[in-house]
Antibody
Framework: EVQLVESGGRLVQPGRSLRLSCTTS????????MSWVRQAPGKGLEWVGY??????????EYAASVKGRIAISRDDSKSIAYLQMNSLKTEDTAVYFC???????????????WGQGTLVTVSS | QSALTQPASVSGSPGQSITISCTGT?????????VSWYQQHPGKAPKVVIY???KRPSGVSDRFSGSQSGNRASLTISGLQAEDEADYYC??????????FGGGTKLTVL
């Protein structure tokens, strides 16, 4: 069974940093691209960023709204994806979801599995 | 990078069919047959119900169907059931490892 579990969300002050983790199981993590999607309270879904599998360079892409302030990385040996967020703003307050990009290991563009999300609250 | 356009709300009675539209541009929906649709119940994670425009994942009811033409995609739910009441989001691949979501549509089953 594919599982994704996010952790690391908490209350943080504006301007500070935070790292979220996405621990996965049930599939060969290293074969898949991963992505992060966020949802501000009472709002819609917003794509945040993406990391390719190592077979495709392990490179990253980010939404314009967060570019320069976030970094996605992966540890294939631990089957974990990370979202590093810096210079946090109040508007970054959201539930952050980790997703697998599937359903195939290559050429897929669907967020086929999602974690339960972790809440990040940016407030002084 | 504007969001895709969806109606804020739609409603239907049990047994009826409803369609949710999703309008993008030639940079996203119109360039790729890669629109996916996600169902989200309150307090839950989204779940994919349609991917690549028309494909239905294993385990998703065949009451859900998708279509796509030009810059527009649609999700149709037939034989509405109370459990279908949820928020629905379209999402299009926009090239170079980027995606755009729609603003979401709240489906009410009357």
């Amino acid at each position: 069974e594919v599982q994704l579990v996010e952790s690391g969300g908490r209350l943080v002050q504006p301007g500070r940093s935070l790292r979220l983790s996405c621990t996965t199981s049930g599939f060969t993590f290293g074969d898949y691209a991963m992505s992060w999607v966020r949802q501000a309270p009472g709002k819609g879904l917003e794509w945040v960023g993406y990391i390719r599998s190592k077979a495709y360079g392990g490179t990253t892409e980010y939404a314009a709204s967060v570019k320069g302030r976030i970094a996605i990385s992966r540890d294939d040996s631990k089957s974990i994806a990370y979202l590093q967020m810096n210079s946090l703003k109040t508007e970054d307050t959201a539930v952050y979801f980790c997703t697998r990009v599937g359903p195939w290991a290559a050429g897929s563009t669907t967020f086929d599995y999602w974690g339960q999300g972790t809440l990040v609250t940016v407030s002084s | 990078q504007s969001a895709l356009t969806q109606p804020a709300s739609v409603s239907g009675s049990p047994g009826q069919s409803i369609t949710i539209s999703c309008t993008g541009t030639s940079s996203d929906v119109g360039s790729y047959n890669l629109v996916s649709w996600y169902q989200q119940h309150p307090g839950k994670a989204p779940k994919v119900v349609i991917y690549e425009g028309t494909k239905r994942p294993s385990g998703v009811s065949d009451r859900f169907s998708g279509s796509q033409s030009g810059n527009r995609a649609s999700l149709t739910i037939s034989g509405l059931q109370a459990e279908d009441e949820a928020d629905y989001y379209c999402c299009s691949y926009a090239g170079s490892g980027t995606w755009r979501f729609g603003g979401g549509t709240k489906l009410t089953v009357l």
